[in-house]
């Protein structure tokens, strides 16, 4: 665990702009949520994150999770249980720009701050996290105000309920 994860991004959308800014949150966001949460995975370990759109999501989320419509982020691990701290690729985690920049808008967050708790967010399911459960979102959603706060971002639960919508 001792080298950083390899993460891959591919735009698959141009509402996604600025790439060399985003590329340094996703990577700060992982970064500090390996080391707040203490994610054990593989020396090489590489991850993929896909920026896309509403239209594409939905897709994604209709077929994976028989959910019809857009969503802010969604996760799709490559290993389960203990085996992810020794796969080779830790798996996908794709973000939804329109329904980010609504949510972070409605909030009143800035939309960086926002994609940074959705990357930490989406890596914490990689990780075996969920939100199934009072106690699990509970404890996911405290994780990640420890992650975020590492970062310097406000605890994004502060004034929302718990968030069972997302991956």
């Known amino acids: ?18 790439l060399d800014a985003i590329e340094i949150r996703i990577s700060e966001a992982v970064a500090a949520g390996v080391a707040v949460a203490k994610l054990r995975h593989a020396s090489g370990a590489e991850l993929s994150v896909v920026l896309t759109d509403d239209a594409s999501i939905r897709t994604i989320n209709a077929q994976w999770r028989q959910m019809d419509k857009p969503t802010n982020v969604l996760s799709f691990p490559q290993a389960e249980g203990t085996a992810i701290a020794r796969a080779p690729m830790l798996g996908d985690i794709i973000l939804a720009h329109e329904t ?4 972070a808008e409605e909030a009143g967050k800035s939309f960086e701050d926002h994609l940074s708790h959705l990357t930490v967010h989406g890596l914490l399911h990689l990780f075996g996290y969920d ?28 004034d929302a309920p718990l968030l069972r919508e997302a991956s």
């Open 100 to 103: 980010i920049a609504r949510e």
């Open 131 to 158: 939100h199934l459960t009072d106690a699990e979102a509970e404890a996911m959603e405290a994780l990640e105000v420890r992650i975020l706060a590492s970062l310097g971002i406000d605890n994004p639960y502060a």
């Open 1 to 18: 665990m001792s080298d950083a994860i390899a993460i891959e991004i591919a735009q698959e959308s141009d509402l996604w702009q600025d």
